[in-house]
């Protein structure tokens, strides 16, 4: 099925230990944007691209590391783990002329990180 | 400080009544609103966007109301069904902003059978 893949959906981490977070898309959308989600505090975006080569910071990219080599993948890079970075990151992808077009993003499934 | 904000966490509806999720904004460069919704274990997924130049926009039950002098837009679902129990997220975007979207906390909702 055509969307955008996470893996892993489940994942726990020593504090210190590093870790890549996987996203791939297959409908060839420019934009992709990794998010975490906290209780009470909905959707913060942590690095975006809008397009293979060009990245971004978000509000929360402290601790993270992100590249896009191709249209595809935007893996997120978890530095040296900490416990405030346990949460639930969606990666999300869309045409770049899609959000305003009405179509929305597109999320993955999502990766539950606990660092312990 | 929150840009978007729900300011309540939950909603309890009965099925076949409204269902009124609202969320308010402070950055006045926001011409563009969308609602998600989310099922547990489950990404979000679109339902509904609005653009600043309109005040309503009408899918099936659902409609959203947008206010832009008090920075206040509303989600409606009418008639409420217990299928429609999720977490609603309201997220805005602002023209120079390019595709970045900033999400509100969120409101749980749940429609009693």
């Known amino acids: 099925n055509a969307g955008v893949t996470q893996t892993p959906k489940f994942q726990v981490l020593k504090t210190g230990q590093s870790m890549t977070l996987q996203c791939a898309q297959d409908?060839?959308?420019?934009?992709m944007s990794w998010y975490r989600q906290d209780p009470g505090m909905g959707l913060r975006l942590i690095h975006y691209s809008v397009g293979a080569g060009i990245t971004d910071q978000g509000e929360v990219p402290n601790g993270y590391n992100v590249s896009r080599s191709t249209t595809e993948d935007f893996p997120l890079r978890l530095l040296s783990a900490a416990p405030s970075q346990t949460s639930v990151y969606f990666c999300?992808?869309?045409?770049?002329?899609?959000?305003?077009?009405?179509?929305?993003?597109?999320f993955g499934s999502g990766t539950r990180l606990t660092v312990v | 400080d929150q840009q978007v904000k729900q300011n309540s966490p939950s909603l309890s509806v009965q099925e076949g009544r409204i269902s009124i999720l609202n969320c308010d904004y402070t950055n006045s460069m926001f011409d563009y609103f969308l609602w998600y919704k989310k099922y547990p274990a489950e990404g979000p997924t679109f339902l509904i966007s609005?653009?600043?130049?309109?005040d309503k926009n009408e899918d099936g039950r659902f409609t959203v109301f947008l206010n832009k002098s008090a920075k206040h837009l509303s989600l409606h679902i009418v008639p409420s069904q217990p299928g429609d129990s999720a977490v609603y997220f309201c997220a805005a975007s602002a023209g120079n902003a390019g595709n970045m979207l900033t999400f509100g906390g969120g409101t749980r909702l749940m429609v009693k059978p």
């Open positions: 409908m060839n959308h420019e934009y």
């Open positions: 999300a992808s869309s045409f770049s002329s899609g959000l305003r077009a009405g179509y929305g993003y597109t």
């Open positions: 609005i653009s600043s130049i309109k």
